[in-house]
């Protein structure tokens, strides 16, 4: 059978994500019955219960289901086209017309399967935090102060049963992806490493999609930074936009760095995506671009320990009814 091992999605689906922490299958190398590779079958027992939400725009749906008696979710979304393929598209391709009306028609086209692929994720098994996570559900904009930190949100980040970090550690300690790593700076109070986020196939830079996490271990998110934290968040800046310029032939006037608040865990992480790609979670309601954030904490050492800050949540997430019974919102 396949292996359980600790996954990642970095960012989040509504405003999204995020990153967030997932179980998935790894697919082993055995091989089935038929001489098939057992990936090929891993989905053949899964059964649906709902469609959790249905991203008509991105070509993205979540889907409840069981796998093995256990709860999942499956994501699938079509990806995207890349230049190279188009000629073989083209020419390996069939077309059934559907409507011709003077110079306009359209068609139903079928492409080779390999240039037809449905990137996949499985989450199994899943947790009721995975199914609130991506359904898609009522959103509102929360104000919380520094007091609203302190005696809200902080408590019930240290008391709720939240995503283990586990995979982190395990990034971060090189007990996996090792192969994903674009670039380590294994400083313990300003390095990092930077690896792909899965949401992005790395097939092309235009919807390219990069996570770094820092290898200090005790910083939860925005709140925890001060003046102190300048040299590591420079030198993510800096390093993280010349290892994508290196690989990628990516400049930085075409990078857009970035925190998340809240974020989708609370291991400080920061995120660089194309300029150019709409992802989910960049909007100004969560979004915190990183020279602003620097910026910020040189003029005011504590900015983010007093700021008041706004930040969505959904209808059903915990932290939101907290802060509904803290007559908050």
């Known amino acids: 059978m396949a292996d359980i091992v600790v996954k990642r999605e970095l960012e989040s689906e509504d405003g999204e994500l ?47 289901g069981t796998l093995a008696d256990q709860d999942a979710v499956v994501i699938m979304e079509k990806t995207p086209f890349r230049e190279d393929d188009l000629a073989e598209f083209f ?23 390999h240039l037809n ?16 996570k991506y359904k898609r559900q009522e959103s509102f904009l929360v104000e919380e102060t520094k007091t609203d930190y302190e005696s809200i949100t902080l408590p019930f980040i240290e008391k709720q049963n939240t995503f283990s970090l586990q995979w982190v550690y395990n990034i971060l300690q090189k007990k996996a992806e090792v192969e994903r790593i674009v670039y380590e700076d294994p400083d313990s109070d300003t390095g990092f490493m930077l690896l792909p986020d899965f949401k992005w196939d790395q097939k092309q830079v235009d919807d390219l999609y990069l996570i770094a996490i820092v290898h200090p271990m005790n910083i939860k998110s925005l709140r925890d930074l ?12 800096q390093k993280g936009q010349a290892a994508i310029l290196e690989r990628y032939s990516l400049p930085a006037n075409k ?24 992802t989910p979670g960049c909007g100004v309601d969560r979004a915190h671009l990183l020279s602003d954030v ?3 904490l040189q003029s005011d050492p504590d900015y983010y320990k007093k700021r008041t800050l706004y930040f969505p949540l959904r209808v059903d997430d915990k932290l939101f009814s907290t802060f509904k019974e803290a007559g908050r919102v």
């Open 18 to 64: 995020s990153l967030k922490v997932k179980k998935r299958k790894v697919i082993s190398d055995n091989v089935g019955e038929e001489g098939e590779p057992e990936c090929q079958k891993i989905l053949s027992g899964f059964k649906t219960s709902s469609v959790l939400s249905d991203y008509t725009r991105e070509k993205r749906i979540f889907i409840h």
């Open 226 to 237: 001060t003046a102190e934290h300048i040299p590591l968040l420079k030198n993510i800046w």
């Open 117 to 132: 692929e449905i990137k996949t994720t499985v989450v199994c098994p899943a947790t009721e935090k995975h199914l609130n």
């Open 255 to 278: 990078l857009r760095v970035y925190l998340h608040y809240q974020p989708s865990y609370y291991h400080l992480h920061i995120h660089f995506t194309n300029l150019g790609y709409d």
């Open 294 to 296: 620097i910026q910020n």
């Open 91 to 113: 020419s390996n391709s069939t077309l059934k017309l559907d409507m011709k009306n003077d110079i306009y028609s359209t068609y139903k086209l079928r492409a080779p399967p």
